[in-house]
């Protein structure tokens, strides 16, 4: 300790003075929530600020937790074509439901996440539906980076040290609702796109650039879990990530008007599924 700092900490001796001192400093990160939400720097376009129910700006290497009413609406955006959001949704009303990422896949018959694709549960349930996506670039076949892929990567895994896993800030994020580990099922990707080749291979292929976004709509009360961390198939050897902007304001589920309650035979029952249990839930 320094004669100047020691000085200094005699000063600070009563909570009052301490008080003053750390208020003096006014500093804030830039990673904390925005509060109220709609004191955010960036509101979404077409979104009256005043609507937002939060805002947030999630660190590179960090994560995020929300629960959120069934017809909040979401929006993840990449600021600098670097965030990779690894997503996972668990029903809050029976966290035993949680994101299936085979029937994700299975029901829409598509394996590639966009515009109008449903989050699906193992219950033949929608969680959530992506309504908006200006990117593109997803995944739901790798899941997030787990802790032996990036101790073999960068030396290092934990979620308070310089290269978090994607699974370790996924934990981080589900501990804060009384979940562990087990309760963590393979998350779905955003902004770091994977292709299957002919022969069976996943191809890379990367982000769309910056200032691309996905919305989501929760389509039953939700915990939604997002860690912001390095695409286990990214090939780049730094650790690198971009901040991911968060915001959530209210909206409505879907139902038998919009155009993709009933885009597939498949679809419509789910949606009817998820429909009904809402109601009977009192929704």
Request: hydrophobic share 40%; charged share 20%; net charge negative.
């Amino acid at each position: 300790m320094t004669i100047d700092s020691t000085a200094r900490m005699a000063t600070l001796d009563s909570v009052g003075a301490a008080r003053s001192d750390a208020r003096a400093r006014g500093t804030r990160s830039p990673w904390m929530p925005d509060l109220p939400a709609a004191s955010t720097p960036t509101p979404p376009v077409g979104v009256d600020p005043a609507a937002l129910l939060w805002s947030e700006t999630v660190a590179p290497g960090g994560y995020t937790h929300l629960r959120v009413a069934r017809g909040t609406r979401i929006r993840l955006e990449d600021l600098d074509g670097d965030a990779s959001a690894s997503v996972v949704v668990l029903s809050s009303l029976n966290t035993a439901e949680r994101l299936n990422v085979a029937d994700t896949q299975k029901i829409p018959w598509q394996a590639y996440l966009g515009a109008g694709h449903p989050l699906l549960s193992g219950d033949g349930r929608v969680l959530a539906t992506i309504v908006e996506d200006t990117s593109g670039r997803h995944d739901a076949l790798c899941g997030a980076s787990g802790d032996a892929w990036n101790v073999r990567r960068f030396g290092d895994a934990t979620p308070e040290g310089p290269t978090p896993s994607g699974h370790a800030l996924l934990r981080m994020a589900a501990a804060k609702h009384g979940l562990t580990r087990r309760d963590i099922p393979p998350a779905a990707s955003f902004f770091k796109g994977v292709r299957v080749a002919a022969d069976g291979t996943l191809d890379w292929i990367g982000s769309a650039g910056a200032g691309t976004h996905v919305d989501l709509v929760a389509e039953l009360p939700l915990i939604v879990l997002i860690a912001n961390a390095p695409h286990p198939l990214d090939p780049r050897t730094d650790y690198v990530a971009g901040p991911l902007r968060v915001h959530a304001w209210r909206s409505r589920a879907t139902d038998s008007d919009d155009p993709r309650f009933a885009a597939s035979p498949e679809r419509e029952r789910a949606y009817l599924n998820t429909i009904a249990y809402a109601e009977l839930a009192g929704l």
